[in-house]
């Protein structure tokens, strides 16, 4: 893929950027977009309740590995799918620890048991968007797949997971290393994986050969929405590339991604 845009095949409206941490500072390598649109970030919003849930372990108001969900599953088993959990409340609950499930319900679990009757966006507020400049976030009435902002905001985002932000170091490092690394799965829209590495928020690429690229070393780690928007870190190379989208996940990304993706880490770690 050779092209001097850096949006080449995504939906016409959508906005990206380019990240590296240089000497502990966050510089933006390039960016194409509307900065200050507002795009819905949909599962993106799951690596925003994550980095909240490290903050409460730190606080030690609830530690990852309390047991929370069903069959005594963690906090760390919600937060890395493996908590046996379906997609919502309605799906069948298979035994914990075995498999990787995907399951936006395992987070609310987690959201539910951290903000009681508090309203959960206000939470994030006060633990992780407000002290970071992200103040245009809002949400859908879920948190866990219904958060919205700007390009601008999820670059925060994108800088919090690349250096920890807010994070201490041990908590930070046990959030982006895989928890179960043994078990297999399934990543929506791409297909099952063995195994399919998988950590406290962030999906771990290892050796899965998909969204993330082969260029990407296997540490890299991320997530993706069905809006269409992706973040992906690469933590050897302190890089990352975010990217919003006009329209929803579909095959347009499928096809996209794998390709477009090593394209972005070649211009980043070029640069």
């Given at each position: 893929m050779t092209t001097t845009s850096l949006?080449?095949?995504?939906?016409?409206?959508?906005?990206?950027?380019?990240?590296?941490?240089?000497?502990?500072?966050?510089?933006?390598?390039?960016?194409?977009g509307d900065r200050e649109r507002i795009y819905d970030w949909a599962s993106l919003s799951k690596l925003v309740v994550a980095v909240a849930v490290g903050i409460e372990h730190d606080w030690q108001y609830l530690?990852?590995?309390?047991?929370?969900?069903?069959?005594?599953?963690?906090?760390?088993?919600?937060?890395?799918?493996a908590s046996g959990v379906g997609i919502d409340a309605t799906a069948p609950l298979q035994p914990v620890g075995q498999r990787r499930i995907y399951s936006t319900y395992g987070y609310d679990l987690v959201v539910q048991r951290v903000v009681k009757d508090r309203p959960p966006l206000e939470w994030l507020k006060d633990r992780f968007l407000t002290p970071l400049g992200m103040n245009d976030v809002t949400d859908d009435g879920s948190v866990t797949a219904g958060l919205r902002g700007s390009l601008a905001s999820a670059e925060a985002l994108a800088a919090t997971w690349l250096r920890g932000d807010l994070l201490g170091p041990e908590t930070f490092a046990r959030m982006r290393t895989t928890h179960l690394p043994e078990l297999n799965g399934v990543v929506p829209g791409f297909g099952s994986f063995s195994p399919c590495p998988w950590a406290l928020?962030?999906?771990?690429?290892?050796?899965?050969d998909h969204w993330m690229g082969s260029e990407w070393p296997a540490t890299s780690y991320g997530h993706f929405g069905k809006s269409g928007s992706l973040l992906l870190i690469d933590p050897v190379a302190q890089v990352a590339v975010v990217a919003l989208s006009s329209e929803p996940f579909g095959q347009w990304a499928v096809d996209l991604w794998p390709t477009w993706t090593n394209e972005m880490h070649r211009r980043l770690v070029s640069n």
């Open positions: 949006l080449a095949g995504w939906p016409s409206g959508s906005a990206v950027s380019l990240l590296a941490l240089r000497d502990g500072s966050l510089e933006t390598v390039a960016s194409e530690k990852l590995d309390a047991p929370i969900g069903p069959a005594n599953s963690t906090v760390a088993d919600l937060l890395s799918h928020g962030p999906e771990v690429k290892g050796t899965k």
